[in-house]
């Protein structure tokens, strides 16, 4: 179809992400455009020509015709990089629900253009003797300051200019008079920030294991056929799967190619950038919010003109702007950190695979503990499966030991620590072998209660429990409201108003107090709260300055500690019963996760863990490090109730600060979905609008519409929160009612609504 208009954001490289424009299109560009290419249009009041990005088409004029400007022409070397990102913001804005601006502003790192950086310098232009003498006569003349300066030069032939400044306070117009004399030069050379502060490290060398080297040889193989594939690398927890990424990343690299290697967590940039440094030297560096805006203009920068070649970080990495990006890697995929919880809700999985598509490179996702979406699909042939089944140093998993918590406290045990995590906790201190206690909580306390007339104390603003934390305090986790802790019950005056001891805090003084001779530290949301919080952790540690780690989920994933010996799960099942269907294959990932660590290196390694089901299958297939065995009947449940990954589902969210509106909102959005479900079954029973007839019968595939009703957090910061959800094998048919709640909450006379879409989302609302 021709569009007579298209919408264009003006300069996008120079982070004006304001508003689109519209355009008049010309006869000869017809049928030639394309969302996300790049044309040249006259701007502003003088017409000068800039570069634009077509966002989008459309066939009425939103101004008077007349007025509107026509696009000039395609630039012969348009901006590819900046195009593919259009084109990426564009199906994120289409796929996920949002507005182009903020799939815009999602997909373009650093808006905010910062000044280059830059080393002054001043050289003396004349001899060391004459630069003495001339200190000499300046000093004579009572020139002090210039006397310091050729003295300094006397002494040295190239002083920076900072030091002159600075360290001997000498004033900008004497340096310049002294250059204008002929005495000095000051020159200076533009640099790049680079937030990587590591010394020279010694490279090592990459020696594969069949295995590994199997993976490495398949995936070149289909490079040099020119295919392009989304590959789940699953090894066991050690197998090495980051030295199959180094390889692969090396493959690239040789072919002037770039690659993305994202991660779960800010905490695990340490260790993993070290690794790749050691092969890739400052060609790799890392994006993540830890980094200024100055840091993270200048990577980009350094990224386009080609200068680096490996870019590791979070979810935010993916839109590094690459010119040649060949490979992107998804380390840990499981992790629920890649599914954005801001609009647009993208997943980095599922993002990175069209980024792929339009880039032409290739997707290794890599797991211990792989997503059941990601292990469905290779299971479906969608994915190219490759497993790692033994681990590098040649030893075998952790021996794993379920405690019964029940029996503890029926024996009389009243301690957090079961009697055969002291046992091991004592001997591996002895043997000055490391520990690494798990919790999956924050905070001294997770709630605080009234053991008479079962009060829990909320926060006045959000429908949520307070968490009693040290200093009197009860804070709110949703939005920060604080308060002082009650000594009697407010509503019964009872002063039986305690927090349930659950917390890092509480069992990092356990441990003190178990085993006063034991050094600990604790690594938890609250201990990381500074820029270089995690690398200081992390590093003590594995210097082994510090006996025991105790920490919540940031200390399990993915870290290498050769000489940890024993990990302690403390609270396995905290995670069972959460309002989610996920929370049976969140809690095996975290045991299975957490176990891992345990026994890395040449020593054998033990893992206890503590639980009231352990029975569970979650918990008895994570003690028998069997995720195939755990898929299976996961897998069974899911099909069996229609829930991802054997059907699509949609949460559709309303918030208002006046409930009634939300709920006026969220019953008609709920009834427009029913509408088009009836109507999808109706054209059912005639023939199938998707790929697959068949999956339109029976209960499984038809379109089902669950609510709507409070969300499960009613209110937070005094916003009503309402939601509904619905599910159908075909992914298509969410996105269209996505797109008829879209167009009839603009129709729907409700104004201070907002509505969200969440695609197959992480966790309940």
């Given at each position: ?289 830890t980094l200024s805006d100055g840091e993270k203009y200048d990577q980009c920068e350094r990224a386009k003109k080609g200068e680096i070649d490996v870019i590791i970080g979070p979810r935010s990495a993916l839109f590094t702007p690459f010119p040649n990006l060949q490979l992107i890697v998804i380390d840990e995929e499981h992790e629920n950190s890649y599914k954005s919880e801001n609009v647009p809700r993208y997943h980095a999985r599922e993002t990175a ?413």
């Amino acid at each position: 179809m021709q569009y007579p208009y298209a919408d264009i954001i003006i300069d996008i490289s120079h982070g004006a992400v304001d508003r689109p424009f519209q355009y008049k299109i010309p006869e000869d560009l017809q049928d030639k455009l394309f969302v996300g290419q790049a044309v040249q249009v006259p701007f502003g009041n003088g017409n000068k020509t800039r570069l634009g990005y077509i966002i989008g088409f459309s066939e009425t004029p939103q101004i008077e015709p007349s007025r509107i400007k026509e696009i000039l022409s395609v630039p012969e070397k348009e901006a590819a990089v900046e195009g593919h990102l259009i084109q990426l913001a564009y199906w994120m804005k289409e796929h996920y629900g949002s507005t182009m601006i903020n799939a815009m502003k999602t997909v373009i790192p650093a808006h905010k253009k910062s000044k280059q950086l830059e080393h002054r310098s001043v050289k003396r232009l004349v001899s060391a003797e004459d630069a003495a003498r001339y200190a000499g006569a300046f000093a004579g003349k009572h020139q002090v300051a210039r006397a310091r300066v050729m003295e300094a030069l006397s002494e040295e032939e190239v002083i920076p200019y900072e030091i002159l400044l600075h360290k001997l306070n000498i004033s900008a117009p004497t340096v310049k008079s002294l250059e204008q004399q002929g005495f000095i030069k000051l020159s200076s050379e533009k640099y790049y920030r680079n937030p990587l502060s590591f010394q020279d490290l010694e490279a090592k060398n990459l020696s594969l294991s069949d295995e590994q080297r199997a993976i490495v040889e398949g995936i070149r193989a289909d490079r040099e056929k020119g295919e392009r594939h989304t590959y789940l690398i699953y090894g066991i927890t050690g197998s090495g799967k980051t030295e199959v990424y180094i390889s692969l990343i090396r493959d690239v690299v040789a072919q002037g190619g770039q690659a993305i290697v994202l991660i779960p967590e800010i905490a695990l940039t340490y260790q993993t950038v070290m690794r790749f440094y050691r092969h890739f030297g400052d060609r790799v560096s890392v994006m993540n919010s830890t980094l200024s805006d100055g840091e993270k203009y200048d990577q980009c920068e350094r990224a386009k003109k080609g200068e680096i070649d490996v870019i590791i970080g979070p979810r935010s990495a993916l839109f590094t702007p690459f010119p040649n990006l060949q490979l992107i890697v998804i380390d840990e995929e499981h992790e629920n950190s890649y599914k954005s919880e801001n609009v647009p809700r993208y997943h980095a999985r599922e993002t990175a695979e069209k980024l792929g598509e339009i880039t032409g490179a290739s997707l290794v996702l890599g797991s211990a503990t792989p997503s059941l979406e990601s292990y469905y699909r290779a299971q479906e042939g969608k994915y190219v499966l490759y497993t790692l089944n033994r681990r590098l140093t040649g030893g075998s998993l952790p021996q794993v030991h379920t405690v019964d918590l029940r029996t503890e406290l029926k024996e009389g045990n009243r301690t957090i620590f079961s009697r055969k995590l002291q046992e091991l906790m004592e001997d591996r201190l002895e043997k000055q072998e490391q520990v690494m206690l798990f919790l999956n909580r924050r905070g001294l306390a997770g709630f605080v209660s009234c053991r008479n007339c079962g009060l829990v104390v909320k926060c006045p603003h959000c429908d949520v429990a307070l968490t009693q934390h040290r200093g009197g305090r009860m804070v709110c986790h949703y939005c920060g409201y604080e308060m002082p802790e009650y000594k009697n019950c407010p509503q019964c005056g009872s002063p039986y108003i305690k927090g349930w001891k659950a917390g890092t805090q509480q069992i990092e003084d356990a441990v003190v107090k178990m085993f006063p001779k034991a050094r600990v530290l604790r690594m938890d949301a609250d201990t990381t709260t500074t820029k270089d919080s995690y690398e200081k952790i992390l590093t003590s540690f594995a210097n082994q300055e510090a006996d025991v780690l105790v920490g919540t989920q940031m200390i399990v994933k993915g870290h290498d500690f050769p000489n940890v010996t024993l990990v302690g799960i403390l609270a396995a099942d905290l995670s069972l019963f959460a309002n989610d269907y996920r929370c049976g294959e969140r809690t095996f990932q975290l045991l299975t996760q957490a176990a891992g660590r345990a026994g890395r290196g040449t020593k054998p390694g033990d893992v206890v863990i503590q639980t009231y089901q352990p029975d569970h299958y979650s918990i008895t297939y994570a003690a028998k490090q069997d995720y195939v065995g755990f898929y299976e009947e996961e897998i069974s449940y899911r099909k069996l109730l229609s829930y991802p990954p054997a059907s699509h589902m949609l949460a559709v969210i309303v918030t208002s600060d006046r409930e009634e509106e939300a709920k006026t909102m969220v019953s008609s959005l709920a009834r427009i979905a029913k509408e088009e479900g009836a109507r999808l079954e109706e054209e059912g029973k005639k023939s199938s609008p998707f790929s697959s007839p068949e999956r339109m019968t029976g209960y499984r595939n038809r379109m089902i519409v669950i609510g709507p009703g409070k969300a499960s957090v009613s209110r937070i910061k005094d916003i009503y929160r309402y939601v509904f959800y619905v599910k159908h094998p075909a992914e298509d048919a969410l996105i269209r009612v996505k797109d008829l709640c879209e167009s009839a909450e603009k129709n729907i006379p409700v104004s201070r609504c907002q509505v969200y879409f969440d695609f197959d989302p992480m966790y309940g609302y």
